[in-house]
Antibody, heavy 123, light 108 residues
Framework: QVQLVQSGAEVKKPGASVKVSCKASGYTFTSYGVSWVRQAPGQGLEWMGWISPYNGNTNYAQKFQGRVTMTTDTSTSTAYMELRSLRSDDTALYYC????????????????WGQGTTVTVSS | SYELTQPLSVSVSPGQTARITCSGDALPKQYAYWYQQRPGQAPVLVIYKDSERPSGIPERFSGSSSGTTVTLTISGVQAVDEADYYCQSTDSSGTSGVFGGGTKLIVL
């Protein structure tokens, strides 16, 4: 079945970096984009950015520009999200989601979600 | 930065119709998507491209668009529909995504 499986929980100190993985299965990885979305405790959803595994094209939310890097490894059907210079307010549940058909960039919503990865930033 | 505005909460009795609105300046130009999130679970897509329903989503979920406002309608609300609902779209350039603040649907 179509699924996204994310890496396990992380605990980081302020100023450190975290890299979350998202392994796809059950579909052609290079045919669909991947969005990253986070949710702070008790808060709403926040869009962080999008990557096309087809050609590596990315769109990042302005808020994270310069601090986030999204990449893919097509040999393992895995997407990655690295966030640097972590702060306490980066403590959140981070989701990846399948988003759009590429390279045509036809969007039908985030139709498959990973289980989420908890990132805790604390000294 | 671009924002989508949703009411904090909507309350309805079982069997009634719930309407959740989402407002944004770029909505006449960009499609909207709706997600349901139950406590402790990942979001689930319930409406895409303003009014299309993914397979497996009950027919009681529908979406509509008028000007700068999109609306998620849940007909014959059931207790199982109690959840947070988020609208999502993109800015006018179509390159930057955004979520609304979320609406808690309370089934009385």
């Amino acid at each position: 079945q179509v699924q996204l499986v994310q890496s396990g929980a992380e605990v980081k100190k302020p100023g450190a970096s975290v890299k979350v993985s998202c392994k796809a299965s059950g579909y052609t990885f290079t045919s669909y984009g991947v969005s990253w979305v986070r949710q702070a405790p008790g808060q709403g959803l926040e869009w962080m950015g999008w990557i096309s595994p087809y050609n590596g094209n990315t769109n990042y939310a302005q808020k994270f520009q310069g601090r986030v890097t999204m990449t893919t490894d097509t040999s393992t059907s895995t997407a990655y999200m690295e966030l640097r210079s972590l702060r306490s307010d980066d403590t959140a549940l981070y989701y990846c989601a399948r988003d759009g058909v590429v390279p045509a960039r036809m969007f039908f919503g985030m139709d498959v979600w990973g289980q989420g990865t908890t990132v805790t930033v604390s000294s | 930065s671009y924002e989508l505005t949703q009411p904090l909460s909507v309350s309805v009795s079982p069997g009634q119709t719930a309407r959740i609105t989402c407002s944004g300046d770029a909505l006449p130009k960009q499609y909207a998507y709706w997600y349901q999130q139950r406590p402790g679970q990942a979001p689930v897509l319930v409406i895409y491209k303003d009014s299309e329903r993914p397979s497996g989503i009950p027919e009681r979920f529908s979406g509509s668009s008028s000007g700068t406002t999109v609306t998620l309608t849940i007909s014959g609300v059931q207790a199982v529909d109690e959840a947070d609902y988020y609208c999502q779209s993109t800015d006018s350039s179509g390159t930057s995504g955004v979520f609304g603040g979320g609406t808690k649907l309370i089934v009385l």
